[in-house]
């Protein structure tokens, strides 16, 4: 199983930049599809982002796109996401998630993902 980590989480203010990252502790990182995922009291838990275990190819939620930018580096077991430009509405709780070693990257929802960090909170002041 898949452990996960996340860190850089906190409170910022309307515009700024605030990253993310997430420590995996298995070698098997490198063959996953990895997401960020946010959750409020008040919604569902929402796709942010995705990666595949290449890094070659990313999708976006609707409501981060030309925001937010996923990046990993398999050589550290290491995903992030870089949030820039954050509004009021992107105050959550962050998690990063795993899916299956060798799973395509599709349907990136919520259930598709095996693995989930204990989240980090995010809280953007206007």
């Known amino acids: 199983q898949v452990q996960l980590e996340e860190s850089g989480g906190g409170l910022v203010q309307t515009g700024d930049s605030l990253r993310l990252s997430c420590a995996a502790s298995?070698?098997?990182?490198?063959?996953?599809?990895m997401g960020w995922f946010r959750q409020t009291p008040t919604k569902e838990r929402e796709f942010v982002a995705g990666i595949h275990w290449t890094g070659s190819s990313s999708s976006y939620g609707d409501a981060v796109k030309g925001r937010f930018t996923v990046s990993r580096d398999n050589t550290k077991n290491m995903m992030y996401l870089q949030m820039n430009s954050l509004k009021p509405e992107d105050t959550a709780v962050y998690y990063c998630?795993?899916?299956?070693?060798?799973?395509?990257?599709?349907?990136?929802?919520?259930?598709?993902?095996?693995?989930w960090g204990q989240g980090t909170q995010v809280t953007v002041s206007s």
């Open positions: 298995l070698s098997s990182f490198g063959n996953r599809v």
């Open positions: 998630a795993a899916r299956e070693p060798g799973r395509a990257m599709i349907t990136m929802t919520a259930p598709n993902f095996s693995s």
